[in-house]
């Protein structure tokens, strides 16, 4: 079974720049989250999706960030403008109905300069 | 906010030393789980104790649960310097359909 797949690994981009990241989750999973973690501490929820309606996002700083899941399956979370402290690592977890634990991707590794 | 509260938030102990880590949450919850992470990696389940048990085992993996407490411990037995990574506990919200929130860690360093 493939895991989670994530793009880009890494990325710098100035301030004020837009960036996109990318998440495949494991096929059939019907919820996808997006953490970001900044460097020591906790992944911090900003978005999770049930297929492509959203279920919570009341973290996700909504005047700069947006996400989407089209057809309930790739998903994809944007960032503009980035400032400096979005510099961070964003993980994107897929989980079934049928196990209740998140299977996450590598992440994407964002440094804002 | 956070839900989970971690501590310590970072432990050093020898190969073959046992090491625990706890969890303090504040709401209700459906399940607790614990997750590890190497070093710019992705996290990896670990084990998961849901809202009706008291403790469960994996291997050298012990989780507890104190729902009246709510709090939760992980103890890793005979530890190996293959353990070094930091451990979040994540709680599944209860009635919030699956939304899974995490503490901030506890980093493990076991020297060899």
């Known amino acids: 079974e493939a895991g989670v797949a994530q793009s880009p690994r890494y990325k710098i981009i100035e301030k004020r720049q837009s960036v996109a990241f990318w998440c495949n989750p494991i096929?059939?999973?019907?919820?996808l989250y997006w953490y970001q973690q900044i460097l020591g501490q906790g992944p911090k929820l900003l978005i999770q999706?049930?297929?492509?309606?959203?279920?919570?996002d009341s973290q996700l700083p909504k005047d700069r960030f947006s996400a989407e899941r089209l057809k309930g399956v790739d998903s994809t979370l944007k960032i503009q403008p980035a400032k400096l402290e979005d510099s961070a690592v964003y993980l994107c977890?897929?989980?079934?109905?049928?196990?209740?634990?998140?299977?996450f991707g590598q992440g994407t590794r964002l440094t804002v300069v | 906010s956070q839900q989970g509260e971690e501590d310590p938030q970072a432990l050093s102990i020898q190969e073959g030393e046992n090491a625990t880590m706890n969890c303090s949450y504040k709401?209700?919850?459906?399940?607790l789980q614990w997750y590890r992470q190497n070093s710019g990696r992705g996290l990896v389940h670990l084990i998961l104790?849901?809202?009706?048990?008291r403790e469960k085992h994996s291997g050298r993996l012990r989780v507890t649960l104190d729902t009246s407490k709510k709090s939760s411990s992980l103890l890793i037995t005979a530890s190996r310097a293959a353990d070094t990574a930091s451990y979040f506990c994540?709680?599944?919200?209860?009635?919030?359909?699956?939304?899974?929130?995490f503490g901030q860690g506890t980093e493990l360093s076991v020297k060899p």
């Open positions: 709401t209700s919850i459906n399940n």
């Open positions: 104790i849901r809202s009706n048990e």
């Open positions: 096929s059939g999973h019907a919820t």
């Open positions: 977890a897929s989980g079934s109905n049928r196990v209740p634990e998140a299977f």
């Open positions: 999706f049930q297929n492509n309606g959203v279920v919570d």
């Open positions: 994540a709680t599944a919200i209860y009635n919030q359909g699956g939304k899974l929130i």
